[in-house]
């Protein structure tokens, strides 16, 4: 009888150390170009169903990137997920080889599907928005802390790291604004949502980098991915209140920013906002529910667009025959 063959890796910037199940084989590895070649010589042979690593900050990138050229399936998933199965299954220890037992272990038993991952220009456009947010937080703190300091030399000095730090600011959003044209198809993308009121050009360059996603999932499934979805916590009679949570929190910090201007200058949104006040749903609520109607309009976009949906239809036939006969939801419906 053939038995599927799941794979996974525990990924530090040295070493990989790599467990099989069900057969139980382990091995270490360098995390170099000669240790990736060899990993993927001896997993092609394999067949793996699935090839599981955790999200470690970028380190992964690379083994994910070499394992991908080879053809072999990949999920990089939160490393929340893999803690947690470790915690279910009683495993509190923790070292790098009994991570690369959980990590096979949870591959075994959930069977996460294979991401598809971004292109080279794609993770270059992510690197940008990334940096984006870096200087924006690192420009908070500092004008926080100049408010806190008394001595005038200090002052004068974070005064000047500030204008260094808006300075670099406008030059990356030039890059990255460049960027975004430089492809026909972002820049089309860019166009659509840009003509939603309420969407900007940081809250478009973030859904293009961070939510490649968009137009290629259900509303529900959108909803979760970004964490607007409301999830019941019900418990025999008692029905608590429903919360979101999880998702990805840098879209839904710019989708915040952009709802609440959605509600102001986007009539269909703001409509939706204010008969849920005007039915007694507390504020924070109620602009929950606008984001998750806001990103519901976004989601419908590409199917306005024929060179997005071409584009977004090789993408997921390519990664996932299953939903190749799947068709985006009109725009029309959405927005009512």
């Not at 794979?7 to 990736?36: C, M, N, Q, W, Y």
């Not at 993927?40 to 994910?64: D, F, K, M, Q």
């Amino acid at each position: 009888m053939e038995h599927s063959l799941f794979v996974g890796i525990d990924v530090a910037k040295e070493r990989l150390d790599v467990h099989l199940r069900p057969t139980g084989e382990t091995f270490s590895i360098g995390h170099d170009e000669a240790g990736l070649v060899a990993l993927t010589e001896r997993l092609v042979p394999c067949a793996p169903a699935i090839v599981v690593l955790e999200a470690t900050g970028g380190y992964e990138v690379t083994v994910a990137a070499a394992l991908a050229s080879a053809r072999l399936p990949i999920a990089v998933v939160n490393p929340r997920q893999i803690r947690d199965f470790a915690r279910a299954t009683g495993q509190l220890a923790k070292t790098d080889a009994l991570d690369a037992r959980v990590i096979a272990l949870f591959a075994e038993a959930v069977r996460p599907g294979a991401r598809p991952l971004p292109d080279a220009q794609a993770q270059v456009l992510g690197e940008f928005v990334a940096r984006r947010r870096q200087l924006v937080d690192m420009l908070g703190a500092e004008t926080n802390r100049r408010r806190l300091v008394r001595d005038p030399q200090l002052q004068r000095r974070i005064a000047t790291h500030i204008r260094w730090l808006e300075r670099a600011l406008r030059d990356l959003e030039t890059d990255l604004h460049d960027t975004i044209r430089s492809s026909p198809v972002w820049r089309e993308a860019e166009d659509l949502l840009r003509s939603v009121p309420g969407i900007g050009p940081v809250t478009a360059f973030t859904l293009i980098a961070d939510l490649p996603e968009l137009g290629r999932l259900t509303r529900r499934k959108i909803a979760a991915l970004v964490g607007v979805a409301p999830f019941n916590r019900d418990s025999g009679t008692l029905r608590g209140r429903r919360m979101v949570t999880g998702g990805r929190a840098p879209v839904r910090r710019v989708l915040y920013m952009a709802t609440i201007t959605a509600i102001r200058r986007n009539p269909p949104i703001a409509a939706f906002y204010q008969r849920l006040r005007a039915a007694g749903r507390p504020a924070k609520v109620a602009l929950t529910a606008a984001m998750r109607k806001l990103l519901t309009i976004l989601n419908a976009i590409p199917s306005r667009s024929p060179l997005m949906a071409i584009r977004l239809t090789r993408k997921t036939v390519a990664h996932n025959p299953k939903v190749a006969g799947s068709n985006p939801a009109p725009a029309t419906t959405a927005s009512r």
